[in-house]
């Protein structure tokens, strides 16, 4: 009773009254700074993030589609580097576009008989720049599989933003795995998971000899 008493004070009542008065006023500033912050980083990420540029399905399937099929077990890094030297293919004149680089094939003439005594005359075969490309029996493609959800993330991302540029060079154009050894004539720039990349080794000008002229 002396409690309820004391509190029904008008005096108490007024002390009271500013106390919570003044621990609202406290919680609102404690949230608006809360609210200005979390705003303050969402326009920083959107004045770092460029603005995307137009992604064409086609072209974003198939860099996609190769990265699925070079990298599709490899970490995300080699995903990124393998769809990075598609696009330097494609800046250094190979294709005009990504599906035109996936897709290039080359053929060449072999002899049908290794004797060369013995001319059984040649037959074509066909070179992909990419071996999947040329395997008929390659698993079948599934878009729901989540290393193509991931390849396709990172294809877009190479697409509309250029991304992961700096995961291997411009210079990088080719890639092997591992298991293999194509004994190129390149120099090895990096390994990442199990690929290795290299780029073609820059051709050293010879100076002319220079000639005096006489007299």
Known sequence: MKLITFLRNPRVENVLAAILIFISAVLIMANKEVIFEEEEQQQEVAVAK???KPVDQKQLKCLATNIF?????EPEKGKQAVARVVMNRVN??????????????????????NDPEIDEGHK???????????ESDRRPLNVNDPRYKQSERIAYNVLAYDSYKDVVPSTVLFFHN????????YRKVAQIGNHIFYEKPKKKVQKQPQVLAKA
């Open 92 to 113: 250094h004149g190979f294709a005009p576009n990504p599906c035109s680089v996936v897709y290039q094939v080359s053929t060449i003439m072999i002899p049908i008989n």
């Open 50 to 52: 460029p603005k995307a």
């Open 124 to 134: 074509k075969v066909k070179l992909c720049q990419f071996s999947w490309v040329c």
């Open 69 to 73: 099929y070079e990298a599709g077990s």
């Open 178 to 185: 591992l298991w293999v050894n194509p004994m190129w004539p």
